[in-house]
Nanobody, 114 residues
Framework: QVQLVESGGGLVQPGGSLRLSCSTS????????MGWYRQAPGKQRELVAS???????YLANSVKGRFTISRDNAKNMVYLQMNSLKPEDTAVYYC????????WGQGTQVTVSS
């Protein structure tokens, strides 16, 4: 059973930064690509960023130049550094082990507002 626990969300002003963390267990972490997704009220969940087992990254156009995804295989952790946050980044953020079933964590709320 894959378990994912997200943390690091909060309330931040536009232009601010947050670093999200995701702790993973129940899988051989280094074998899987990891993704950060977000879901805003009334919208579908969308992929924000992903990182392959080899470290290749993907960023959605809406966050390119502002967000960075990274992973620490020794700690079974994946991170999302979010800079220059905008109100439209407000959402619940989830991490997901791509290809390891349909397990999701509880998510972490990010609210960007003045």
């Amino acid at each position: 059973q894959v378990q994912l626990v997200e943390s690091g969300g909060g309330l931040v002003q536009p232009g601010g930064s947050l670093r999200l963390s995701c702790s993973t267990s129940g899988i051989i972490f280094s074998n899987y690509a990891m993704g950060w997704y977000r879901q805003a009220p009334g919208k579908q969940r969308e992929l924000v960023a992903s990182i392959s087992s080899g470290g290749t990254t993907y960023l959605a156009n809406s966050v390119k130049g502002r967000f960075t995804i990274s992973r620490d295989n020794a700690k079974n952790m994946v991170y999302l550094q979010m800079n220059s946050l905008k109100p439209e980044d407000t959402a619940v953020y989830y991490c997901h082990a791509i290809g390891a079933g349909n397990s999701w964590g509880q998510g972490t709320q990010v609210t960007v507002s003045s």
